[in-house]
């Protein structure tokens, strides 16, 4: 996750990050409906899994109410295949370049 935060300029202290096994509901439909985020990464989520009520393809970019989405394969998954590091960044791109 690091080195994905590096690549586009910034760092694990400047986000805010949700381990669902570490918090009590996965509902983050208000990260939507209340602009509460400016950029959402799900790394091997589905939005369904938290309530967002948006539909996302892998690696495919997504403005939605204001806050970029980006649903990719789970970092450990992303880690071992170079081809899903190629398809992170490639989307990455579209996002924050």
Do not use: H
Request: overall charge negative; glycine content about 4%.
């Amino acid at each position: 996750l690091t080195k994905v935060l590096a690549a586009v300029k910034y760092s694990p202290e400047t986000v805010d990050l949700l381990e669902l096994d570490k918090i009590g509901t996965t509902d983050a439909s208000e990260v939507l409906r209340d602009r509460l985020a400016d950029y959402v990464l799900l790394f091997g989520v589905k939005p369904e899994s938290l309530s967002l009520p948006v539909a996302l393809e892998l690696f495919e970019p997504r403005k939605e109410n204001g806050v970029w989405m980006l649903m990719s394969n789970s970092l450990l998954r992303i880690e071992m295949e170079e081809s899903k590091r190629r398809d992170l960044w490639n989307a990455l791109k579209k996002v924050f370049l």
